[in-house]
């Protein structure tokens, strides 16, 4: 399912880029210029490392649930939490 989720993001937003007017204005759009510039090789490194951040973030928060020790359960939420973060500042990049 997680799977399905990061097709579709990277979906939505490769659609919606192929949508695009873009225009650059002086003050411009910079972060559409650099999307502009995205291969589908980047575009599907960017969809692999989604991939990977939420596999991350579930096997260490099933750790984080089993662990016994409250200081390994600590540590492996603080390590979900750190990735939940990196996925989710990759598809604030994307999404723009």
């Known amino acids: 399912?997680?799977?399905k989720i990061v097709s579709d993001n990277?979906?939505?937003?490769v659609s919606s880029f192929h949508l695009r007017?873009?225009?650059?204005?002086?003050?411009?759009?910079l972060k559409d210029k650099i999307m502009a510039s995205l291969t589908s090789k980047e575009l599907t490194a960017l969809e692999e490392m989604l991939t990977s951040e939420q596999s991350v973030v579930s096997k260490y928060k099933m750790y984080a649930q089993t662990a016994v020790d409250s200081a390994i359960k600590d540590k492996c939420q603080c390590?979900?939490?750190k990735h939940q973060r990196h996925y989710d500042t990759l598809?604030?990049?994307l999404q723009g």
């Not at 990277?10 to 937003?13: E, G, S, V």
């Open 1 to 3: 399912m997680r799977g």
């Open 10 to 13: 990277l979906t939505c937003f």
């Open 21 to 29: 007017s873009f225009t650059f204005t002086e003050s411009g759009r």
């Open 79 to 81: 390590i979900a939490d």
């Open 91 to 93: 598809i604030s990049q």
